[in-house]
């Protein structure tokens, strides 16, 4: 029988290498597997020293690129079936860096494969692609690879990342519909303001009359547009980047966060978001095996909002103080009691991760709702706004005509 050579790690993160007589890969893979340990890569000796021989000649240097949403759950789903289905993970990486299509995340699998070959352990190797793998990423293999379970965990992390992408989706579906209509009808005005009411100020200074107040401060607004046009365009585009700048301070940032909390119409459809993405994240890394305060850090660099972040952060202190979880997240004005409460009970009772999940899919459902009703109370809105901003141009420029007309079947 041939002699594989073959390569793993032990449960404390150590790689060890070998020898094994048997009749194929797979007896090997499933003999170490029964000792927990988790498989890097098994070769037939002559074709490890073959494939030693190759490595040793010369390579070529690559930069890492980026990688999709949906080519990475792929990537994820296919990892978890190969290494499910025996085969080691050296070689179910080199596998999938050879049948990825783009060539960006190509160059990152390689790269990968390298620091994997080269003795590195597999979250340690993702962790230096960042702009592909996130530190939830990163931490989850990682728990995957101390417990040996790695093809579970990377079956939940594809889930994970389905279950965000399609949160993801459904928020841009709500906000597209009303930025695009806000669009439009700010394009409207600015036509009817440069376009159009222009052209009656000729006609009101012929007549000749007084001009009520509401018809000379559209002329004056449409005269101002069209003379200063460039200078409008410089202040709006002065006043996003200035936004922008202010967004990325720690000050501006929480206060923008505390702003889309609290907004009319969209604040209880952007919080609960928020509260499904912490619920979902925290319930993942639980059950991947990630300890509580490595779980929490993660939690509160991935919530998207710095009011839940420092809310997070602040449990993190406390449960490393020998205190609960619970009081700090009391104290923060986004979570609600019911989610306090079944924190409580859950740290309580041992099965946190269960009631996360159970939060995360009870928020998905309330979003998927939020949405459907923010939909059918934005078209009204929209109109409603749409209809005000062009009556009121309209009103505007017809009312001297109105009053010219009153004034003359008077005379008559």
Same mark, same amino acid.
């Given at each position: 029988?041939?002699? $594989?050579?073959?390569?793993?790690?032990?449960?404390?993160?150590?790689?060890? @290498?070998?020898?094994?007589?048997?009749?194929?890969?797979?007896?090997?893979?499933?003999?170490?597997?029964?000792?927990?340990?988790?498989?890097?890569?098994?070769?037939?000796? *002559?074709?490890?020293? /073959?494939?030693?021989?190759?490595?040793?000649?010369?390579?070529?240097?690559?930069?890492?690129?980026? =990688?999709?949403?949906?080519?990475?759950?792929?990537?994820?789903?296919?990892?978890?079936? &190969?290494?499910?289905?025996?085969?080691?993970?050296?070689?179910?990486?080199?596998?999938?860096?050879?049948?990825?299509? *783009?060539?960006?995340?190509?160059?990152?699998?390689?790269?990968?494969?390298?620091?994997?070959? #080269?003795? /590195?352990?597999?979250?340690?190797?993702?962790?230096?692609?960042?702009?592909?793998?996130?530190?939830?990423?990163?931490?989850?293999?990682? /728990?995957?690879?101390?417990?040996?379970?790695?093809?579970?965990?990377?079956?939940?992390?594809?889930?994970?990342?389905?279950?965000?992408?399609?949160?993801?989706?459904?928020?841009?579906?709500?906000?597209?519909?009303?930025?695009?209509?806000?669009? &439009?009808?700010?394009?409207?005005?600015?036509? !009817?303001?440069?376009?159009?009411?222009?052209?009656?100020?000729?006609?009101?200074?012929?007549?000749?009359?007084?001009?009520?107040?509401?018809?000379?401060?559209?002329?004056?607004?449409?005269?101002?547009?069209?003379?200063?046009?460039?200078?409008?365009?410089? %202040?709006?585009?002065?006043?996003?980047?200035?936004?922008?700048? $202010?967004?990325?301070?720690?000050?501006?940032?929480?206060?923008?966060?505390?702003?889309?909390?609290?907004?009319?119409?969209?604040?209880?459809? $952007?919080?609960?978001? =928020? !509260?499904?993405?912490?619920?979902?994240?925290?319930?993942?890394?639980?059950? @991947?095996?990630?300890?509580? !305060?490595?779980?929490?850090?993660?939690?509160?660099?991935?919530? #998207? *909002?710095?009011?839940?972040?420092?809310?997070?952060?602040?449990?993190?202190?406390?449960?490393? *103080?020998?205190?609960?979880?619970?009081?700090?997240?009391?104290?923060?004005?986004?979570?609600?009691?019911?989610?306090?409460?079944?924190?409580? %009970?859950?740290?309580?009772?041992?099965?946190?991760?269960?009631?996360?999940?159970?939060?995360?899919?009870?928020?998905?459902?309330?979003?998927?709702?939020?949405?459907?009703?923010?939909?059918?109370?934005?078209?009204?809105? !929209?109109?409603?706004?749409?209809?005000?901003?062009?009556?009121?141009?309209?009103?505007?420029?017809?009312?001297?005509?109105?009053?010219?007309?009153?004034?003359?079947?008077?005379? #008559?």
């Amino acid at each position: 029988m041939p002699t $594989f050579k073959y390569a793993a790690k032990t449960n404390d993160g150590k790689t060890i @290498s070998g020898t094994m007589v048997a009749a194929a890969p797979a007896e090997v893979v499933g003999e170490l597997r029964r000792k927990s340990l988790v498989v890097l890569d098994v070769e037939e000796t *002559n074709r490890a020293a /073959a494939a030693s021989a190759a490595a040793a000649g010369p390579r070529v240097a690559s930069k890492p690129g980026r =990688a999709k949403k949906d080519e990475l759950v792929i990537f994820t789903r296919q990892l978890s079936t &190969m290494i499910s289905a025996g085969i080691p993970l050296l070689e179910s990486l080199e596998v999938l860096s050879q049948q990825v299509d *783009n060539p960006g995340f190509a160059k990152t699998l390689r790269l990968v494969v390298d620091d994997v070959r #080269g003795g /590195a352990d597999f979250s340690s190797s993702l962790a230096k692609q960042p702009k592909v793998f996130a530190p939830i990423y990163c931490s989850m293999v990682r /728990a995957g690879e101390v417990s040996g379970q790695l093809d579970e965990i990377l079956v939940r992390l594809a889930e994970y990342q389905e279950a965000s992408a399609k949160l993801k989706r459904e928020i841009k579906a709500a906000m597209t519909y009303p930025v695009i209509s806000l669009v &439009m009808v700010l394009g409207i005005t600015m036509f !009817l303001m440069i376009g159009i009411v222009p052209q009656f100020r000729p006609i009101f200074d012929s007549l000749q009359i007084d001009l009520p107040k509401l018809t000379a401060i559209v002329l004056n607004c449409s005269q101002w547009l069209v003379n200063h046009w460039f200078t409008a365009g410089v %202040i709006g585009a002065a006043a996003f980047a200035a936004l922008t700048m $202010f967004k990325r301070t720690e000050t501006g940032g929480y206060t923008m966060d505390w702003f889309f909390l609290k907004m009319p119409v969209f604040g209880p459809l $952007f919080r609960k978001v =928020a !509260l499904s993405r912490f619920s979902r994240t925290f319930s993942t890394l639980l059950r @991947s095996g990630v300890p509580i !305060l490595g779980a929490l850090e993660i939690v509160a660099d991935t919530s #998207g *909002n710095r009011i839940i972040s420092r809310a997070v952060l602040a449990a993190r202190d406390s449960v490393r *103080n020998g205190n609960t979880l619970t009081e700090p997240l009391e104290k923060s004005p986004v979570f609600p009691p019911m989610v306090t409460r079944m924190i409580s %009970i859950g740290e309580k009772s041992g099965s946190l991760e269960q009631l996360l999940e159970k939060i995360s899919v009870f928020y998905d459902e309330q979003v998927g709702a939020a949405v459907k009703s923010l939909t059918s109370m934005i078209e009204p809105l !929209l109109i409603g706004l749409m209809g005000g901003l062009v009556g009121t141009i309209v009103f505007a420029v017809f009312l001297p005509i109105f009053e010219i007309q009153k004034k003359l079947s008077g005379g #008559g």
